[in-house]
């Protein structure tokens, strides 16, 4: 019995390197595909994107972004998604009044960063808070990170906040899931913390037989940190609910 096909999806300004190093575990008999948004400004054109490439049925993971991404290909074409990973994420949308203002603020400061300095300087004050802190002195993790980040533009930068601000609350979609779903993240991922993906863990039904993979030295760029880690959950959550 073949693998069903793996479609990846990155999050902010991230690509294809976020998923590689954790290729030689998943993509072993398996067809693999990595995603990429292009200019697209909302989480809902992301997914028709992937929607529109992707084959008839497919199992789905994203990180950070890209499982908000993931939550809405699910939305629009449950039928389609076997089972589903989210790492890294959240599902809340952006907060009313002072909050979410100052989650505007931030985002734009960065975006300014980016636009009158370059890309390449605003991943270096990013990525600060974005791994464990005793990674940052980890110059070839580092450095890939920085430079998956100066791939992007600052079109597409500005084009992703849109898209993030903008985001619907998905409580509802994670109450309805009906697919084995896997929730992950790094132990220290101070964006989207444990306590977090717990709280998505709870609004699961018991058809998706949600299961949690907390990564113990990791931060928010955990498939990248500690590849290994998120790479042997994956494959327990690729391989629930099938018999052979």
């Not at 992937?50 to 290909?73: I, K, N, T």
């Not at 449950?78 to 949308?93: E, K, N």
């Not at 070839?140 to 791939?151: G, K, Q």
């Not at 949600?210 to 994956?234: C, K, L, T």
Request: aromatic share 4%; with cysteine; hydrophobic share 50%.
């Amino acid at each position: 019995m073949p693998h069903e096909p793996l479609i990846l999806v990155p999050g902010l300004m991230c690509d294809h390197a976020v998923w590689e190093p954790l290729l030689p575990a998943l993509a072993t008999g398996r067809h693999c595909t990595v995603v990429d948004h292009g200019h697209a400004n909302s989480l809902v054109t992301m997914a028709q994107q992937l929607l529109d490439a992707a084959p008839a049925r497919f199992a789905l993971a994203g990180h950070s972004m890209g499982a908000r991404v993931a939550l809405e290909v699910v939305r629009l074409a449950p039928q389609r998604v076997s089972r589903v990973a989210l790492l890294d994420t959240g599902y809340l949308p952006r907060a009313a009044g002072a909050a979410g203002e100052e989650e505007a603020a931030k985002r734009y400061a960065l975006l300014k960063v980016a636009q009158e300095q370059g890309v390449r300087a605003m991943a270096q004050v990013w990525v600060q808070g974005m791994v464990h802190p005793a990674r940052l002195g980890d110059v070839e993790l580092v450095e890939r990170i920085l430079a998956m980040f100066t791939r992007k533009s600052p079109e597409v930068f500005a084009a992703q906040i849109t898209a993030l601000l903008t985001r619907p609350d998905a409580s509802d979609l994670l109450r309805s899931l009906q697919v084995p779903t896997l929730l992950g993240c790094g132990a220290q991922d101070s964006w989207s913390p444990p306590a977090q993906h717990q709280a998505m863990l709870q609004l699961l039904p018991p058809a998706a037989e949600g299961v949690i993979n907390v990564v113990e030295e990791a931060g928010h760029m955990a498939p990248m940190e500690r590849p290994e880690a998120v790479a042997a959950g994956m494959l327990r959550w690729l391989q629930a609910g099938v018999f052979v």
